[in-house]
């Protein structure tokens, strides 16, 4: 069997600081004094699973559950303190709105901007431009800059450059929760064309029956670590009856 992602005993730790450090210079002063004291937190502890090529796949918890930490990880964002994941092919990691973006620049710089980050070529931004364009459905603020942009819209772009190709693993990340139904609904066919063309999604939402639209399977993260795993309607149930 072919697995598009294998995510193996992966556990991630970040140290919180316990005290208040008004600059820079203090904070050096303190670590070269080794008098900066931290708390340990594991946002992820020893987690493990499986995703099969073609999947649609769905990361289901409450906020502060690890969700977008994992999504980090694998999009090769995040390195993890324990634990290794590996994954097959390409990725088009949709995963924190207009991370890719600058605000003072307007749509159309940032369609090359952004599409660079993703490693697109500038002849290949030029072709498709118009398709980008065209199923953003913001044909009449191309010259404006993001900064004047509602997040709904800033959705739209950033789906739009990201799902221009077609990669082997599509990444969202509560992207769709943002924006009008019609488009939501827009990004769902995309998604669905994709994924029946042998695309993975893997894809973290809090709208049950959306995940229901969209996966056939889904992991539930509590808290860093994993309580249920199946398909989404047994994970949903374990969910809905803890």
Sequence with gaps: MDYAIEVT???MKFNLEKEKINSLKEYFIKLLKRDVNHD???ALKNVSFKVEKG???AIVGSNGSGKS???KIISGIFRPTTGKVSVLGSVAPLIELGAGFDMELTARENIFLNGALLGYSKKFLIERYEDIIEFSELHDFVDVPLKNFSSGMIARLG???ATIVDP???IVDEILAVGDAAFQEKCEERMDKMTSAGATLILVSHSFEQVKKVCRNAIWLDK???KAVGTVDEVFE???NA
């Design 9 to 11: 005993d992966v556990s």
């Design 40 to 42: 340990e937190f594991y």
């Design 55 to 57: 999947d649609s796949f």
């Design 69 to 71: 930490t994992i999504l």
């Design 159 to 161: 789906f739009s450059i």
């Design 168 to 170: 082997d693993v599509l």
């Design 224 to 226: 860093g670590e994993i």
């Design 238 to 240: 374990a969910y809905q």
